[in-house]
Protein backbone atom coordinates (compact mmCIF):
# COMPACT_ATOMS: atom_id res chain seq x y z
CA UNK A 1 0.00 0.00 0.00
CA UNK A 2 1.11 3.75 -1.22
CA UNK A 3 0.75 6.83 1.13
CA UNK A 4 0.96 10.19 0.57
CA UNK A 5 1.03 12.79 3.25
CA UNK A 6 1.32 16.55 2.59
CA UNK A 7 2.28 19.60 4.87
CA UNK A 8 2.72 22.67 4.98
CA UNK A 9 -0.34 24.38 4.12
CA UNK A 10 -2.14 27.62 5.74
CA UNK A 11 -2.92 30.87 6.24
CA UNK A 12 -1.22 33.51 4.19
CA UNK A 13 -1.52 36.97 3.43
CA UNK A 14 -1.53 38.15 0.09
CA UNK A 15 2.30 38.35 -1.37
CA UNK A 16 3.34 35.69 1.02
CA UNK A 17 4.82 32.03 0.60
CA UNK A 18 4.50 28.90 1.46
CA UNK A 19 6.47 25.45 1.53
CA UNK A 20 4.09 22.42 0.88
CA UNK A 21 6.04 18.89 1.61
CA UNK A 22 4.67 15.66 0.08
CA UNK A 23 6.20 12.28 1.96
CA UNK A 24 5.51 9.34 -0.07
CA UNK A 25 5.77 5.96 1.80
CA UNK A 26 4.83 2.41 1.37
CA UNK A 27 5.26 0.24 -1.58
CA UNK A 28 6.23 2.51 -4.22
CA UNK A 29 7.26 2.83 -7.67
CA UNK A 30 11.09 2.25 -8.12
CA UNK A 31 10.21 5.28 -9.69
CA UNK A 32 7.65 7.64 -10.18
CA UNK A 33 6.70 11.43 -11.65
CA UNK A 34 5.13 13.65 -8.77
CA UNK A 35 2.65 15.91 -9.00
CA UNK A 36 0.96 18.97 -7.37
CA UNK A 37 -2.98 19.52 -8.62
CA UNK A 38 -5.24 22.44 -6.52
CA UNK A 39 -9.34 21.66 -6.08
CA UNK A 40 -10.85 24.72 -4.88
CA UNK A 41 -13.99 23.98 -4.45
CA UNK A 42 -15.80 20.23 -3.67
CA UNK A 43 -16.87 18.52 -6.78
CA UNK A 44 -14.81 20.56 -8.98
CA UNK A 45 -11.75 19.11 -11.26
CA UNK A 46 -8.84 19.39 -9.80
CA UNK A 47 -6.27 21.45 -11.66
CA UNK A 48 -3.09 20.59 -12.46
CA UNK A 49 -0.10 22.82 -10.91
CA UNK A 50 2.79 21.35 -10.73
CA UNK A 51 4.78 17.76 -12.44
CA UNK A 52 8.24 16.73 -11.90
CA UNK A 53 10.29 13.70 -13.10
CA UNK A 54 11.98 11.06 -11.51
CA UNK A 55 15.36 12.68 -11.98
CA UNK A 56 14.09 16.30 -11.00
CA UNK A 57 15.59 17.53 -14.51
CA UNK A 58 12.22 17.57 -16.03
CA UNK A 59 9.65 19.88 -14.77
CA UNK A 60 6.01 21.22 -15.72
CA UNK A 61 3.78 24.15 -14.72
CA UNK A 62 0.37 25.12 -15.04
CA UNK A 63 0.68 28.94 -16.61
CA UNK A 64 -1.03 30.55 -13.87
CA UNK A 65 1.45 28.98 -11.33
CA UNK A 66 4.67 29.75 -13.99
CA UNK A 67 7.30 32.38 -12.04
CA UNK A 68 5.79 32.07 -9.21
CA UNK A 69 5.87 28.17 -7.73
CA UNK A 70 8.68 25.68 -8.03
CA UNK A 71 8.34 21.61 -7.62
CA UNK A 72 11.37 20.14 -6.58
CA UNK A 73 12.44 16.63 -5.06
CA UNK A 74 14.42 14.63 -2.65
CA UNK A 75 14.29 10.72 -3.56
CA UNK A 76 16.47 9.77 -0.69
CA UNK A 77 13.68 11.16 1.46
CA UNK A 78 11.12 10.16 -0.73
CA UNK A 79 9.59 13.19 -0.67
CA UNK A 80 7.95 16.02 -3.44
CA UNK A 81 7.92 19.86 -2.54
CA UNK A 82 5.78 22.66 -3.95
CA UNK A 83 7.25 26.19 -3.27
CA UNK A 84 4.48 29.12 -3.55
CA UNK A 85 5.53 32.38 -3.58
CA UNK A 86 3.63 35.74 -4.79
CA UNK A 87 0.34 33.85 -2.94
CA UNK A 88 -2.74 35.52 -4.39
CA UNK A 89 -6.33 34.79 -3.16
CA UNK A 90 -7.16 32.79 -6.25
CA UNK A 91 -4.47 30.12 -5.06
CA UNK A 92 -6.43 29.35 -2.22
CA UNK A 93 -7.97 26.09 -2.83
CA UNK A 94 -7.08 22.34 -1.38
CA UNK A 95 -3.51 21.14 -2.77
CA UNK A 96 -2.91 17.66 -3.45
CA UNK A 97 0.17 15.53 -4.38
CA UNK A 98 -0.29 12.39 -6.58
CA UNK A 99 2.45 10.13 -7.65
CA UNK A 100 2.18 8.23 -11.46
CA UNK A 101 4.53 5.27 -12.80
CA UNK A 102 4.17 7.38 -16.11
CA UNK A 103 7.82 8.91 -16.85
CA UNK A 104 6.78 12.01 -18.71
CA UNK A 105 5.14 14.95 -16.62
CA UNK A 106 1.54 14.37 -17.24
CA UNK A 107 -1.12 17.12 -16.08
CA UNK A 108 -3.96 14.74 -16.40
CA UNK A 109 -5.36 13.53 -13.12
CA UNK A 110 -6.60 10.27 -14.44
CA UNK A 111 -2.93 9.35 -15.18
CA UNK A 112 -2.02 9.19 -11.44
CA UNK A 113 -2.01 6.38 -9.31
CA UNK A 114 -1.68 7.12 -5.88
CA UNK A 115 -3.31 10.57 -3.89
CA UNK A 116 -2.81 12.48 -0.77
CA UNK A 117 -5.58 13.40 1.27
CA UNK A 118 -4.65 17.46 0.85
CA UNK A 119 -3.10 20.32 2.47
CA UNK A 120 -5.74 23.94 2.50
CA UNK A 121 -3.84 27.02 1.34
CA UNK A 122 -6.11 30.14 1.78
CA UNK A 123 -4.29 33.08 0.81
CA UNK A 124 -5.71 36.74 2.20
CA UNK A 125 -6.03 39.63 0.53
Known amino acids: QVHLVESGGGLVQAGGSLRL ?12 TGGWFRQDSPGKERE ?5 SWGGFGAR ?6 GRFTISRDNAKNTVYLQ ?18 LEYTTGLPHEYDHWGQGTQVTVSS
Open 61 to 66: YADSVK
Open 21 to 32: SCAVSGRTFSSY
Open 84 to 101: MNSLAPEDTAAYYCAITR
Open 48 to 52: FVAAI
